[in-house]
C-alpha cells in the first residue's frame, strides 16, 4: 500500500512536470519579427558633399547651369565666371576633398569646412604617372559654408582658407577674366587689362612657336601655353604675387609638369619690342623647367633666368641684348670671379636686377658658343630639372669640370662686355 502511493504520486509529480513543461512552451513568448533595416536620412556634411561632387561632375562635362544650381544666387556671377575661365583652361579635372565639418553658428541646417581642389588643365598638367606630391595634380584650398535650398545645399559663402599658400590664389579662382585663345597660347586677362589681348596675341603666338625649338632640345614640348595678363593689384597678388620692382613678367610652377605665365602689363603694355624678349624668356621658363624634381630653383636662378633670357633675346646674342650697358655698369663695379652672378635682393635698384638678368644671359652664351647648343640644353636639363651639381652635370655635358667653364666664362664674359671691338 505504501509502495502503490508512492508510485502513484511519482506518476502525479511526473505528469504535473510534464504538464507545467508543456504549458511553458505553449505561454512563451514568440520571436520577435526581424526589423527592417532604414538607413539614416544623410546629414547636412553628407548632402553638401554631394551637391560638390555635382558641381565638378557638371563643370568637366561643360553643363554650366547645372554647376551653377549648386551655388546660392548672389554667387552666381562670381562662378558663371569661374566656370567659363575653367572651360577655357580645358580643365580636365576638379575633385573636391572636404575636410570635416563644422556647424555654423545661428544655422543648424548649414555646414562650414575646408575643401581642397585638385585640377588638371589640358593634357600636360597631369600625366597620371604615380610619384611624390609634385608630381600630382595642383591644388588650391578654399572655405566653404553651404546652406538648404530647395532639394540640395548649395554654396553660400567661399573665403579663402585661413593658412597662407605661397602660389595662392590662383588666377581663375577670382573669376573675372577675359580670355582670347590662339592655335599655341590661352591669354587671359584681369578685366581692366582685356584691351591687350587681340595685340598681344600674335606676339604670343610667334613667341610660343620660337619656344618649341628650345622645348624639343630640352624633350618638354607643351601642348599649349597659359599666359595671364595682370594689373599691378593682381601683379601683387595672383600666385602668391610678386614684390620685386625690376621684375615684369612671372614663371610660376604649378607641379612637376605644368608652370604658368604672368605679365605684369604695366611695364610691358608700352614696350613692344620689349614685350616679345618678355613672354619668350617666361614660356622659355615653361620649357626649361617642365619635369623638374623640386618646385624651388632658388640656388640655380642665376641658370633658370639666364637660359630664359638667352631664349628670350633670341636669334640676339647677350653682346647684343639691351642689357648690355647694365652689365658694363656691374663689371666696372667690381671684378666677377665667378661668372655666377649674385642675385639682388627685392630693394635692389632696378639696374641691379637689369644686370643680374644681362650677366647671368652672357654666362650661358659663353656655354653655348663655347659648347654648342645641344651641350648647353644637356647641362641645363641636368641642373635644373634633374638636380645635378655642377660639376658633375658639366663633366656629363662639357667632358670638363665645371671650374675649367666658370674660370673661362668670366673672361669670355669680361672680354665682350668691356672690350669695344664687341660692341656686337
Excluded at 513568448?29 to 538607413?39: G, I, K, L, M, S
Excluded at 604695366?266 to 613672354?279: G, I, Q, T, W, Y
Excluded at 624668356?281 to 618646385?295: D, F, K, M, P
Excluded at 630693394?347 to 652672357?362: C, E, K, N
Aim: net charge positive.
Amino acid at each position: 500500500m505504501t509502495e502503490t502511493r508512492s508510485r502513484a504520486a511519482f506518476t502525479a509529480c511526473v505528469l504535473a512536470g510534464a504538464l507545467l513543461l508543456t504549458v511553458g512552451v505553449v505561454t512563451s513568448r514568440p520571436e520577435p519579427e526581424r526589423a527592417v533595416a532604414v538607413p539614416p536620412r544623410p546629414g547636412p556634411y553628407d548632402r553638401a558633399v554631394e551637391s560638390l561632387r555635382e558641381q565638378s561632375a557638371a563643370l568637366l562635362r561643360g553643363d554650366e547651369r547645372a554647376w551653377l544650381a549648386v551655388v546660392a544666387p548672389p554667387l552666381h556671377r562670381r562662378y558663371r565666371a569661374v566656370f567659363r575661365s575653367l572651360r577655357a583652361l580645358e580643365v580636365t579635372r576638379f575633385d573636391y576633398a572636404p575636410g570635416v565639418g563644422r556647424p555654423v553658428r545661428d544655422d543648424r541646417a548649414a555646414v562650414e569646412f575646408r575643401v581642397e581642389i585638385s585640377y588638371c588643365l589640358g593634357t600636360d598638367m597631369c600625366p597620371g604617372r604615380p610619384g611624390a606630391q609634385w608630381q600630382q595634380p595642383p591644388r588650391v584650398e578654399q572655405k566653404l559654408i553651404l546652406k538648404p535650398l530647395g532639394a540640395r545645399y548649395v554654396i553660400s559663402s567661399i573665403t579663402p582658407a585661413p593658412e597662407a599658400h605661397p602660389r595662392h590664389p590662383a588666377p581663375w579662382e577670382a573669376g573675372d577674366l577675359a580670355v582670347l585663345r590662339g592655335s599655341r597660347v590661352t591669354l587671359l586677362a584681369a578685366p581692366a587689362e582685356r584691351r591687350h589681348l587681340a595685340r598681344l596675341l600674335p606676339v604670343a603666338e610667334a613667341a610660343a612657336r620660337a619656344d618649341d625649338r628650345f622645348a624639343a632640345l630640352m624633350g618638354t614640348p607643351q601642348s599649349r601655353y597659359r599666359i595671364y595678363l595682370a594689373g599691378d593689384r593682381q601683379w601683387r597678388t595672383w600666385y602668391g604675387g610678386e614684390e620685386n620692382d625690376w621684375a615684369v613678367g612671372l614663371a610660376v610652377p604649378l607641379n612637376m609638369y605644368a608652370t604658368d605665365v604672368v605679365l605684369r602689363m604695366s611695364k610691358l603694355a608700352d614696350h613692344p619690342e620689349f614685350l616679345r624678349v618678355a613672354l619668350q624668356h617666361e614660356l622659355g621658363h615653361v620649357v626649361t623647367l617642365a619635369g623638374a624634381y623640386r618646385a624651388d630653383a632658388a640656388a640655380d636662378t642665376w641658370l633658370s633666368e639666364g637660359v630664359a633670357e638667352y631664349i628670350g633675346w633670341s636669334p640676339r646674342t647677350a653682346a647684343r641684348s639691351l642689357r648690355r650697358d647694365s652689365v658694363r655698369w656691374q663689371l666696372r663695379a667690381g671684378a666677377p670671379r665667378s661668372m655666377v652672378p649674385v642675385k639682388p635682393g627685392p630693394d635692389a635698384p632696378s639696374r641691379a636686377g637689369d644686370a643680374f638678368y644681362g650677366l647671368s644671359h652672357f654666362a650661358v652664351d659663353c656655354m653655348a658658343q663655347r659648347y654648342g647648343e645641344p651641350k648647353l640644353f644637356t647641362f641645363v636639363r641636368l641642373v635644373l630639372t634633374r638636380d645635378n651639381e655642377y660639376d658633375q652635370a658639366a663633366r656629363e655635358a662639357f667632358g670638363v669640370p665645371f671650374a675649367a667653364v666658370d674660370k673661362a666664362c668670366v673672361s669670355w664674359i669680361r672680354a665682350r662686355v668691356l672690350s669695344r671691338d664687341h660692341a656686337g
